[in-house]
């Protein structure tokens, strides 16, 4: 069964950070496993047996999803924001 995660983050430059926030699972794969394209926030389909990650795919749709509803969030709280506290001198 495909599981869905997002790449959290890259550390070192060579190992992959895979979050399945439904199962509480954390993956490590190496960067080059990953298809062209995948960078942190990027949203995959992947394999996972025993722990190994296999046929990693990107999943666009959802990528763009969560990154237009995070851009949504963003927007309501920079127009509730009212500037600074901190007066200029």
Same mark, same amino acid.
């Given at each position: 069964m495909k599981k869905l995660g997002v790449i959290d983050r890259i550390e070192d430059g060579q190992h992959a950070v895979i979050l399945v926030e439904s199962e509480q699972l954390q993956f490590n794969v190496l960067r080059e496993d990953l298809p062209a394209g995948a960078?942190?926030? !990027?949203?995959? !389909?992947?394999?996972?047996?025993?722990g190994v990650v296999s046929n990693i795919e990107l999943d666009s749709a959802k990528t763009h999803e969560q990154t237009e509803r995070i851009e949504n969030k963003l927007g309501r709280i920079r127009k509730k924001s009212s500037g600074s506290k901190f007066k200029r001198r």
């Open positions: 960078e942190e926030g !990027t949203w995959i !389909t992947f394999d996972a047996v025993d």
